[in-house]
């Protein structure tokens, strides 16, 4: 299906006018996010990110669909807790939501080979913490048109995702191998991807992390479903300045065929980057 296709507003689905109630299980979560930062003797790990769809190549398409997101997640021992928002528009049927990401996850030991990340949570659908607020207020700071845009309702959904990798050293500072990942949100959107992963690290730091691969994608959300290719082909890019600064670029990270940029900063991470398409 052509992910070009709009929706009249008249076939959105009903069960998406939901009580605004559905809102406190994310403020919820935020403030247990917060008491994890406030012990630092417990926390080991701080990265905080964002992105948006700058490179985008359509201008009248750009800040359009997955325009932008904002990630924060802090390590704790074995397990990594995450918030995560992104924001959806779709001028055209003149709506939009917001996907926020309340997750817990920790590293799966399968010996010296594998590298395995679990992760489970709950997804909000509808009006979240940042969306049109803040797209407005980068649009007024760069004198752009705001966008006002009729919200969905709300919704709760489950979460599980799964990631797994297999690095072979192929000389100094290099190593090769797949990656695969599976992600997926009943009642929004799932997706599995499957890819080869360089990542060259000649230095600590310096980094540099590529991956292409296929992504198959699945929307069970009405709105959401003309926008998604089935199965297209996904590229990452990302370099990491020493250890804590990284800038990523990446096509068809949310299943739109789409470009996207992120910037994101890490303070302390114990464990190994974990960064990929949502």
């Known amino acids: 299906m052509s992910p070009h296709r709009r929706l009249p507003p008249a076939s959105l689905p009903s069960n998406y006018r939901r009580a605004a109630w559905l809102r406190l299980p994310v403020f919820l979560g935020l403030t247990l996010l917060a008491a994890a930062l406030a012990s630092p003797a417990q926390a080991q790990g701080l990265r905080i990110s964002t992105g948006n769809d700058l490179f985008s190549g359509d201008r009248q398409a750009r800040d359009d669909l997955y325009t932008f997101s904002a990630t924060i997640e802090v390590e704790r021992g074995a397990y990594t807790f995450g918030l995560r928002e992104n924001a959806f528009t779709d001028r055209a049927a003149g709506v939009r939501f917001d996907e926020t990401y309340l997750s817990v996850g920790r590293d799966i030991p399968l010996g010296p080979s594998w590298q395995v990340h679990a992760e489970a949570g709950l997804v909000h659908v509808g009006h979240g913490l940042f969306g049109q607020s803040a797209q407005n207020a980068v649009h007024r700071l760069l004198h752009q048109a705001e966008v006002e845009l009729r919200y969905q309702g709300s919704e709760l959904l489950p979460r599980l995702a799964l990631v797994a990798e ?70 990452r890019l990302q370099l990491a300045l020493a250890e804590r600064i990284y800038l990523a670029w990446a096509y068809n990270d949310y299943g739109d065929e789409r470009e996207h940029l992120t910037v994101g900063y890490r303070l302390g991470w114990g464990g190994r980057g974990r960064d990929q398409g949502r």
């Open 166 to 235: 297999r690095p072979f050293a192929v000389a100094s500072g290099l190593t090769v191998g797949p990656r695969f990942e599976l992600d997926g949100v009943p009642g929004l959107r799932s997706f599995a991807l499957a890819g080869a992963q360089v990542l060259w690290q000649p230095s600590d730091r310096f980094a540099l992390q590529v991956l292409a691969g296929g992504r198959y994608s699945d929307a069970s959300l009405d709105l959401l479903e003309p926008h998604l290719a089935e199965f297209t082909a996904v590229v």
